[in-house]
């Protein structure tokens, strides 16, 4: 039975690769493993298939040594203008 998890709220890919592997670069196999592209949006709740697990790996110990469990949200939204540029800014010529 392979290894899996579940879309939590406010995960995204490189959370869930994050939390099973200690590092990002499993994202995109988890993602063909399980039918999906980079930027397509997975459901909460989905239950995805990991690829296999080295678990002597150090990077994997730690992470489930310290219970890391990242949800980023949604990273696309930019932040809002702040200081000089967060109003009354013209770009036109008096």
Do not use: H
């Amino acid at each position: 039975m392979p290894n899996r998890v579940t879309i939590r709220e406010g995960q995204s890919i490189w959370d869930v690769a994050l939390q099973e592997f200690g590092t990002i670069e499993p994202a995109r196999a988890i993602l063909a493993l399980n039918g999906y592209v980079i930027g397509q949006d997975i459901p909460v709740g989905t239950l995805l298939d990991l690829p296999p697990v080295d678990g002597s790996d150090e990077r994997v110990q730690l992470v489930k040594a310290l219970g890391v469990e990242p949800a980023t949200g949604d990273l696309s939204l930019s932040p809002s203008p702040t200081g000089a540029f967060s109003s009354g800014f013209s770009t036109g010529f008096a």
